[in-house]
């Protein structure tokens, strides 16, 4: 009989594991909220651009803290309610190697930013308003001064500055206003809350002119007329300034702009940063210092002293009395300039110069002309020529560059020179030289032998000429060839830093 059919039995499986769930961090959304409140912010101008760059300099560590505390929040909350923890994953490791980065790299340049900002002239204001439309305003205002006030003070962060001379004992602005906004509603209303103001402080007028309107910036040209004896003190950040024609004493301080300053009685004092000065017609003192760019000083009766750096020329005519010279790659000083002196970063070129003489530079070219009294000069990477016109003590210390000293024919003096690795050369017979392979001396006595020049080379040669061999009249020209065509020449490449 056969056997009834079985159903085979079907092997148990387990059931399916369900997929493993995740709490999704909130770590990214939460960063990413932190800084679009503060863009939101600067774009606001709630926080200036600039402070908010300070901020994140200093403080951007605190963006990881708070990323890790998330993190380890989350740890703990996924632990019970028996989750898995989820971990950093490629997006957040990408997001923290980019905090790192811009941390450390706004570390390393934010110190540098208000410098930055200063060389390029930009503000604050510059950037809330560099999209902005700029509508112009005129102003007028007219006060009569009080018996008691001997000056006037302006302050002007933001326009040039001009002063002129009044007929009367008032003191008259004229105002050519610019004012950023969004629509000319705008700027008419920033216009009314910049007006310019005028005060008195004890024997002071004080004219203030708004730079700002909230933070809108608004350019202030100025043009001022005073009586001639007011003496005047000008406070500019970026603008140019014009004084001409005062009694009284004058003080300029500038950025950025262009400084002219004529036919003043009285002393000038300028202080100036990336600005240039024009100065002429002086009858008092005259001290410049800063950062300088060109700098042109003529018809001086009083001293003048400049500090500071400059980065373009210098050029001094007509100085009557003590000029003194200070700056990182120069310091010259002496009694007087009735001729010109012409500085810029390669060479130095002067004549007419009253002594005494004291040049100390570097990589330099040196000519001076027509030089009176002693001298005292040094100077590295060089050549040296100078003439006399009226003996005195000359010391010319020079290492790498020729030097030639030129006196008067009939000029007392005792020689003591020595140039290593070059050798001596003399008009005066009576001086004893000697040129070996490494070194060459020159020793010996002129006349009464009452002046005393000692020169000291290394590297190059002396040349000893009298004045008239020096300044002979040259042959005559030779018969003209045939004109050729040159090649052009090389571009020169100009540093900073007289």
């Known amino acids: 009989m056969a056997s009834p059919l079985q159903t085979p039995v079907q092997p ?38 600039e402070r908010l760059g300070t901020i994140f300099a200093h403080y951007w560590p605190v963006l990881l803290i708070l990323w890790g505390v998330i993190k380890i929040f989350e740890f703990q909350q996924a632990q019970r309610d028996g989750l898995p923890a989820r971990g950093i994953g490629v997006g957040g490791i990408f997001l923290i190697l980019l905090i790192i980065v811009c941390g450390l790299t706004v570390n390393g340049v934010a110190p540098h930013l208000g410098q930055l900002r200063d060389n390029l002239g930009i503000d604050d204001t510059d950037m809330n308003d560099i999209f902005a439309d700029k509508f112009n305003f005129d102003d007028h205002l007219e006060e009569d001064i009080p018996s008691s006030v001997t000056s006037l003070r302006v302050n002007d962060d933001l326009g040039a500055v001009r002063i002129s001379t009044a007929t009367d004992n008032k003191i008259t602005v004229v105002v050519r206003k610019r004012v950023a906004g969004d629509d000319q509603k705008d700027a008419e209303k920033y216009n009314q809350q910049s007006k310019p103001v005028i005060s008195v402080a004890g024997n002071t007028m004080v004219l203030e002119a708004k730079a700002q309107a909230g933070n809108h910036a608004v350019q202030n040209d100025l043009d001022i007329s005073i009586p001639r004896k007011m003496g005047v003190h000008i406070m500019a950040r970026k603008g140019d300034v014009s004084v001409d024609g005062r009694e009284g004493e004058v003080e300029i301080g500038d950025q950025h702009g262009e400084v002219s300053v ?18 002429e017609q002086i009858t008092g003192d005259v001290h410049i210092d800063g950062h300088l760019n060109e700098v042109s000083l003529t018809d001086v009766k009083g001293s003048v002293q400049l500090d500071g750096e400059f980065e373009e020329s210098v050029k001094l005519a007509r100085i009557s009395k003590n000029v003194s010279f200070k700056s990182s790659r120069t310091d010259m000083e002496f009694s007087r300039i009735d001729g010109e002196l012409d500085l810029d970063d390669d060479d130095l070129h002067a004549d007419k110069i009253t002594g005494p003489v004291h040049l100390t530079t570097r990589s330099k070219q040196i000519r001076l002309e027509d030089v009176s009294g002693d001298v005292r000069l040094q100077d590295e990477n060089g050549g040296i020529e100078v003439s006399m016109r009226s003996l005195g003590n000359v010391q010319i210390d020079s290492h790498n560059g020729d030097v030639q000293l030129s006196v008067p024919d009939k000029a007392g003096f005792r020689l003591d020179a020595r140039a290593q690795d070059g050798e001596i050369q003399s008009d005066f017979s009576e001086l004893k030289i000697e040129n070996g392979d490494h070194e060459g001396t020159a020793t010996g006595s002129v006349g009464n032998g009452s002046s005393h020049i000692v020169i000291n080379n290394q590297h190059d040669g002396i040349e000893i000429r009298k004045a008239s061999a020096a300044e002979s009249p040259m042959p005559p020209a030779a018969p003209a060839r045939p004109a050729r065509t040159l090649p052009a020449p090389k571009a020169k490449v100009e540093t900073s830093d007289n």
């Open 262 to 279: 004529e036919n003043i009685t009285g002393n000038v004092k300028l202080n100036l940063d990336r600005s240039s000065a024009k100065v």
């Open 12 to 49: 148990a499986y387990p059931p399916p594991i369900p997929p493993r769930r995740y709490r999704r961090s909130f770590a990214g959304p939460f960063l990413l909220i932190v800084l679009g409140v503060i863009f939101l912010l600067g774009n606001l101008h709630l926080l200036a651009w």
